[in-house]
């Protein structure tokens, strides 16, 4: 008799007629501690009070740089920590598949064979002699355990919150390692812009020290003079190797973050001159952008399956119902059919006396529940603390660039008044060597503004999610 169509039925009816999941049912927690953060940053994206409604996957695309495109597709295909993001979310997701067999009859193919040898005095005093002899069974067994409160459907909602939370950290990694790439982009184009910058004023140095000699050849300055613009000279040329060693320690992070190996990565130089920054930025940001946050998300999967473990330690202080049956042969002679055997069993077992411990574990269960909302508040707060600093940082970024500028075209024109005057012999060189060293430092100044304002709109995008 084939009794596992009727098993199956049999637990299948019971399930859907009885079942039900213990434990709360998880609510998307709605904390947000307000609906805008806002920026009064009008005068740097022009006249237009620009509202973000949404950020581009490929947000890097706003800087119009081909190299920049290139390396982040070289980056998302070849970095090594987002081939372990992704295994994980596929480990996570065949977990959920695994707890979803659970909800399915479990069935076994069961087969033995074995020789037996009976003492003598097996029934009694009476010396029985019954010979050796060879028997086997064989046959199908299943097993099926009735989930009349919910604690494997609860199972399977903790799995697919690791899911979901394996798929944020896998956002969360593709969100640092392009932001990542990104910076070391910017920082590489600003260390090329100080470099020319640096190589520049050393000609001017040179200019200079051409200059005085000529004054010194013919009397008109001393030695002492000569001797101050070749010092000038040769601080500024001491700038250049700490720019060359910070330009290979970035260069071998760029290339680690390409999945390249620092010896084999060539680049050919770029500057911030060959970067654009978005013509628009944000100065209004919604409160449900920022919630698209991987980190807000993924605190958000890990509160989720905080709720399904409250169910699932819930369901463990009901019963618990499970039906086994099988159908085997066991006999001397195989394939017999006087051999057939069957059997179909119920069982229930319920807690009675466990020392608390189960009521124990649900408590625990609520706590860590109320601890993961904790954390989910926290990280809503400090993601909202972190496009409110990068706002205002941009705002503060304009203005610096706006002053740099200034003290650029200052500079510039003092040397220039300088230089004159020196030929006509109104100033002497030390006035030169000041001017040339606030050009020096005006220039750099203004470098380190323009990367400043890179980055930081690199850091909006990265507060934003990506």
Request: with cysteine; aromatic share 8%.
């Amino acid at each position: 008799m084939n009794i596992y169509p009727y098993c199956l039925l049999f637990g299948v009816g019971i399930n859907l007629l009885t079942a039900c999941t213990v434990g709360p049912d998880f609510v998307k927690p709605t904390f947000v501690p307000g609906r805008t953060y806002t920026a009064p940053i009008k005068k740097q994206f022009g006249e237009r009070d620009l509202k973000l409604d949404h950020v581009s996957a490929n947000w890097w695309t706003s800087f119009h740089s081909s190299v920049l495109n290139e390396m982040m597709l070289q980056g998302k295909k070849h970095n090594y920590s987002l081939t372990v993001m992704r295994e994980n979310l596929a480990q996570a997701r065949e977990m959920v598949k695994a707890a979803k067999g659970q909800l399915w009859p479990q069935g076994n193919m069961d087969a033995g064979i074995g020789r037996q040898k009976y003492g003598a005095a097996l029934f009694g005093p009476i010396d029985t002699s019954i010979p050796a002899f060879t028997y086997y069974q064989i046959g199908p067994s299943v097993n099926y355990i009735l989930d009349v409160f919910g604690g494997t459907r609860r199972t399977i909602e903790k799995q697919q919150a690791i899911v979901d939370y394996q798929q944020q950290e896998l956002n969360a990694t593709y969100l640092t390692v392009t932001g990542n790439i990104a910076e070391a982009f910017l920082e590489i184009a600003e260390l090329n812009s100080q470099l020319t910058a640096t190589q520049e004023i050393i000609l001017d140095d040179k200019k200079n020290v051409q200059l005085v000699r000529k004054a010194f050849a013919l009397g008109a300055i001393t030695q002492t003079q000569v001797l101050s613009a070749q010092s000038q000279l040769t601080k500024d040329e001491t700038l250049l190797p700490p720019l060359y060693q910070r330009l290979k320690i970035v260069q071998s992070k760029l290339s680690i973050l390409l999945g390249i190996s620092p010896a084999r990565f060539k680049i050919d130089a770029f500057r911030l001159t060959d970067i654009t920054l978005p013509k628009e930025l944000p100065l209004s940001i919604p409160s449900k952008l920022v919630h698209k946050r991987p980190d807000i998300l993924a605190a958000e999967a890990i509160l989720h399956a905080a709720s399904a473990d409250v169910g699932i330690a819930t369901a463990q202080l009901y019963p618990n119902i499970t039906i086994s049956a099988t159908a085997m042969q066991e006999a001397l002679i195989p394939f017999n059919g006087s051999s057939n055997a069957w059997g179909l069993i119920g069982n229930l077992t319920t807690p009675i006396f466990n020392g608390g411990a189960l009521r124990a574990q649900r408590r625990a269960s609520i706590h860590a529940y109320q601890s993961a909302f904790a954390n989910y508040q926290q990280i809503v707060l400090n993601a909202f603390g972190e496009v409110h600093d990068v706002l205002y940082a941009l705002l503060h970024d304009e203005e610096e660039v706006i002053l740099q500028k200034k003290a650029v075209n200052t500079a510039r024109n003092s040397l220039k008044l300088a230089r004159i005057s020196f030929n006509e012999g109104n100033v002497g060189v030390l006035e030169i060597l000041n001017a040339e060293r606030d050009y020096a430092q005006a220039r750099l100044g203004y470098v380190r503004a323009q990367a400043q304002r890179y980055q930081d709109t690199v850091k909006l995008y990265l507060a934003l999610g990506g």
